[in-house]
RNA sequence: GUCCCCAUCGUCUAGCCCGGUCCAGGACACUGGCCUUUCACGCCAGCGACAGGGGUUCAAAUCCCCUUGGGGACGCCA
């Protein structure tokens, strides 16, 4: 008997995988890592109907984004319909189970009455117990106890008792002879050897259902972990109405996997006042005694912040490798390598997204500036031309261009204008990105290399020129 | 309708289990200021909550009950 812990996260593959999904998988993948326990991944594929290889890949796309791996799977359920079988007929054999030709109009109308009455809809048994045989159409019901009750012992909500007369003979087989959804879990468990079960508290009502299949199978019931659920800003349930949810998107975004892992884990699950986590740091201290039980609404500014959080605290390379891809969607073909990463480093501070990174990077790799309208009428003026004219012949001049070299420079020109360091900066700013805000002047120049920042000032140069000949 | 869960700033939360250290702490957002060559970053300050009502107690955000509110589940979906 051993007492590792096994997790698991059974997505069911009818669409891609969202933030809720996203987090129970953390939940479990974090809990059995940091327990130094297996992590199993089961693709809930009962649904012939819903289910595609195309939600499949897109579910395991987003896992490994996330940085989820796991020990054992993807298991497919639908590949274990025999196991199923087995089970079921272990149940009939055992009387725990019977099989059941309602028809859907009839158990419609006894939801109804039942609800008339002010009751559950639940089933009223009539086939419990006839003892019928298999035949074309009928299904399997699980033969439920009629009384006492049935207590969830719940890691995160402590002890819950469900009235057994809540439940009711609920179908464990369809017509088509396919299993349903609690006996596939239960079953799969078993013999997965699942002990611990952390899922979306939308589950809680199952679990009695769960429960006493375990019992009827004689299996040992394993530990339940109900986790509150992810809801939109309007408090509701998160469903594509509340826009962006898959996790992809977000990587689409510009989203640091990190960041996402962090807040998605942050958000249920605390750690005193600690806010930003690395993903170690997670595995280290998360744990179920500190998982909150109420509902949590996703909140996009607090991932943003989150995410420019992470960037900020990220090594240039590592954030290289992740930014070049959206480089190249603008266009821009960068390697890894020191200009990249000094680029990198001016901006960091400024991203919030990887979206926002390329964007702010992209003037460092045009051959020819591209003026803002407003940036230039306002900035690029003959007043400037002189200043500028001198820092260009400078510059050309001089050998170093880091900030001790380049101050004087600076310095001199200005003094000899009487102009303040933001009258040129400026310009100055305009004439090598096209834009007036960018990083500081002194470290752009430095990254750009003095023949980049000569031509650039020259274009600024000529520019100036030619609207101020032609105008005046 | 029935059952289940939940309830601290707008949002995420600490504190609640083991009542006093809480006229409730942190973070995001927002507002103001500092820094400053722009934009950011950073720093400082401000705004802002124990859902309501009853108990228990010398003392309750913390324990109990009720109300209200919110969420979820009631399917041959998972």
Redesign the pocket.
């Known amino acids: 008997m051993d007492s590792q812990t096994v997790t698991r996260f059974?997505?069911?593959p009818?669409g891609y995988l969202h933030l809720g999904g996203a987090r129970t998988a953390l939940f479990n993948w974090l809990y059995a890592r940091h327990t130094g326990g297996r992590f199993v991944l089961r693709v809930?594929?009962?649904?012939v109907s819903?289910?595609t290889k195309e939600s499949v890949a897109a579910i395991l796309e987003a896992l490994e984004w996330l940085g989820i791996d796991w020990d054992e799977g993807p298991y497919f359920?639908s590949q274990r319909f025999d196991v199923y079988k087995a089970y079921i007929n272990r149940l009939l054999a055992s009387g725990n189970a019977y099989y059941?030709?309602?028809?859907?109009e009839r158990?419609e109308k006894v939801?109804q009455e039942?609800?008339?009455?002010?009751?559950?809809?639940?089933?009223d048994g009539n086939c419990r117990e006839k003892g019928l045989e298999w035949r074309e159409?009928?299904?399997v019901r699980f033969k439920a106890p009629l009384t006492g009750t049935t207590l969830?012992s719940d890691r995160?909500?402590?002890?819950?008792?469900?009235?057994n007369t809540?439940l009711?003979d609920?179908?464990i087989q369809?017509?088509?002879g396919?299993?349903?959804?609690?006996l596939?879990?239960v079953v799969d468990d078993i013999t997965m050897n699942i002990n611990t079960i952390i899922r979306?508290?939308?589950?809680?009502?199952?679990t009695p259902k769960q429960i006493q299949l375990y019992e009827a199978l004689g299996c040992e019931v394993p530990c339940f972990a109900?986790v509150?659920?992810v809801?939109g800003?309007?408090?509701?349930?998160l469903?594509k109405r509340h826009g962006a949810m898959s996790v992809t998107a977000y990587r689409d975004m510009g989203y640091h996997p990190e960041a996402m892992v962090n807040?998605l884990v942050?958000?249920?699950?605390?750690?005193?006042?600690?806010?930003f986590f690395t993903r170690d740091e997670l595995v280290e201290k998360f744990n179920l005694?500190?998982?909150?039980?109420?509902?949590?609404?996703?909140?996009q500014?607090?991932?943003?912040?989150?995410n420019?959080?992470h960037i900020?605290a990220a090594s240039n390379e590592a954030l290289a490798e992740r930014l070049i891809p959206f480089l190249s969607e603008k266009g821009i073909e960068a390697a890894p390598g020191d200009y990249l990463y000094d680029v990198i480093e001016t901006i960091k501070?400024?991203?919030?997204t990887f979206v926002e990174m390329a964007e702010a990077a992209a003037f460092y790799f045009v051959e020819h500036v591209t003026y803002e309208e407003k940036a230039a009428s306002k900035f690029l003026k003959p007043a400037i031309l002189a200043p500028l004219k001198e820092i260009t012949e400078a510059l050309e001049q001089t050998e170093g261009l880091d900030?001790e070299t380049l101050e004087p420079i600076f310095q001199r020109v200005m003094d000899a204008h009487g102009l303040?360091?933001?009258k040129?900066?400026?310009p100055?700013?305009v004439a090598l990105t096209g834009?007036?805000?960018?990083?500081?002047?002194?470290?752009m120049i430095r990254v750009l290399g003095k023949a980049a920042v000569v031509s650039r000032l020259k274009d600024a140069i000529g520019y100036i020129e030619s609207h101020h000949l032609t105008i005046s």
Not at 44 to 47: G, K, S
């Open positions: 059974p997505p069911s009818s809930e594929d009962t649904d819903r289910s359920q059941c030709t309602c028809s859907a158990l939801r039942a609800m008339q009455s002010g009751g559950k809809p639940k089933y159409g009928a299904v969830v995160i909500r402590g002890h819950i008792a469900f009235d809540e009711d609920f179908i369809r017509s088509d396919t299993p349903t959804y609690n596939a879990v979306g508290d939308d589950h809680l009502n199952n109900h509150p659920m809801l800003p309007d408090k509701t349930r469903s807040y942050r958000l249920g699950w605390s750690h005193g006042d600690q806010e005694e500190h998982v909150g039980r109420s509902a949590g609404v996703f909140d500014e607090k991932l943003l912040a989150l420019a959080e900020r501070n400024r991203s919030k900030q303040k360091l933001g040129i900066a400026q100055m700013r834009k007036t805000f960018s990083p500081g002047i002194f470290e």
